[in-house]
Nanobody, 129 residues
Framework: QVRLAESGGGSVQAGESLRLSCVAS??????MAWFRQGPGKEREGVAA????????SYTDSVKGRFTISKDNAKNTLYLQMNSLTPEDTAMYYC????????????????????????WGQGTLVNVIS
């Protein structure tokens, strides 16, 4: 059974950076993603990557600021987050599937988390203005 363990969250000042990590155990698929859920908000997709062809996608609000990547040797997914704003405050979740269309994953999963094979427990990011 796939296990995902996130880390790297914390409290930072606006404008600072954080790097989230997600260690994947027993996972050999081709699609991983980061989602987040802010206070009083619905869960939303943040970034996704097709591990095979390295294609990525981002939600509009993080484009140019966040970068998703995966170290296959360490089986670890990363989310580099720069120029953080208070609107980025949320619980961040790592998710994985055997395969996906990175251009459609966010709309496909919206309201249907069971569409992905595994979810982590989350890591909290708090951005202070």
């Amino acid at each position: 059974q796939v296990r995902l363990a996130e880390s790297g969250g914390g409290s930072v000042q606006a404008g600072e950076s954080l790097r989230l990590s997600c260690v994947a155990s027993y996972y050999s698929g081709h699609c991983m993603a980061w989602f987040r859920q802010g206070p009083g908000k619905e869960r939303e997709g943040v970034a996704a990557i097709d591990i095979g062809d390295k294609m990525t996608s981002y939600t509009d609000s993080v484009k140019g600021r966040f970068t998703i990547s995966k170290d296959n040797a360490k089986n670890t997914l990363y989310l580099q987050m720069n120029s953080l704003t208070p609107e980025d405050t949320a619980m961040y979740y790592c998710a994985a599937a055997d395969s996906c269309d990175v251009d459609r994953i966010f709309s496909v999963v919206a309201g249907h988390p069971e569409m992905l094979d595994a979810w982590g427990q989350g890591t909290l990011v708090n951005v202070i203005s």
